[in-house]
T-cell receptor
């Protein structure tokens, strides 16, 4: 398996612009997670999905952030409008949800977002 | 609510030294416990896990034992290598929610 795929790997944008981050989970995994990592706040869970349905979005910082999962093989995290404090590395992870590895999370390589 | 505390870093060790990274947690019931590792410029990857009391998880020379009495899951390695330099995260399961709580991470630097 190719693992979790994220795109783009790096994104530089200006304040006020819309940013869309993309994720393809591992095939057959039922759960998908979006995290944000910064030096100041560490690793934060933003939102997670089960079978394409959002389960918990309490970590989404504000209305500027939105996430969708239109099908089992694709998810997006959108920031509109972006602000400099959104600069971080954003990770997508997926989890089987069943079997002996049901809690194990597999992370993508991350998208490094810089908002100037 | 569920929480996890792991020792502050950075931890700097010489090659072949013994490593311990402490982790304690609060949780409902007896959650599965995980250690994840993050190498520079990469995403996190699972290092080892334990699913019930007294279980010992092990991988790549690292070990951690599920201690129910002390709600701890300390990570150990007998002889570290330069290639072990990374950030290590303790992560107990959040029971009933199909997610984990990640600790703040402990940066390990191993010098030759």
């Amino acid at each position: 398996d190719a693992g979790v795929i994220q795109s783009p790997r790096h994104e530089v944008t200006e304040m006020g612009q819309e940013v869309t981050l993309r994720c393809k989970p591992i095939s057959g995994h039922d759960y998908l997670f979006w995290y944000r990592q910064t030096m100041m706040r560490g690793l934060e869970l933003l939102i997670y999905f089960n079978n394409n349905v959002p389960i918990d979005d309490s970590g989404m910082p504000e209305d500027r952030f939105s996430a969708k999962m239109p099908n089992a093989s694709f998810s997006t995290l959108k920031i509109q409008p972006s602000e400099p404090r959104d600069s971080a590395v954003y990770f997508c992870a997926s989890s089987p949800g069943t079997g002996v590895r049901y809690y194990e999370q597999y992370f993508g390589p991350g998208t490094r977002l810089t908002v100037t | 609510g569920d929480s996890v505390t792991q020792m502050e870093g950075p931890v700097t060790l010489s090659e072949e030294a013994f490593l311990t990274i402490n982790c304690t947690y609060t949780a409902t019931g007896y959650p599965s416990l995980f250690w994840y590792v993050q190498y520079p410029g990469e995403g996190l990857q699972l290092l080892l896990k334990a699913t019930k009391a007294d279980d010992k998880g092990s991988n790549k020379g690292f070990e951690a034992t599920y201690r129910k009495e002390t709600t701890s899951f300390h990570l150990e390695k007998g002889s570290v290598q330069v290639s072990d330099s990374a950030v290590y995260f303790c992560a107990p399961e959040v029971s009933g929610y199909q997610k984990v709580t990640f600790g703040t991470g402990t940066k390990l630097q191993v010098i030759p």
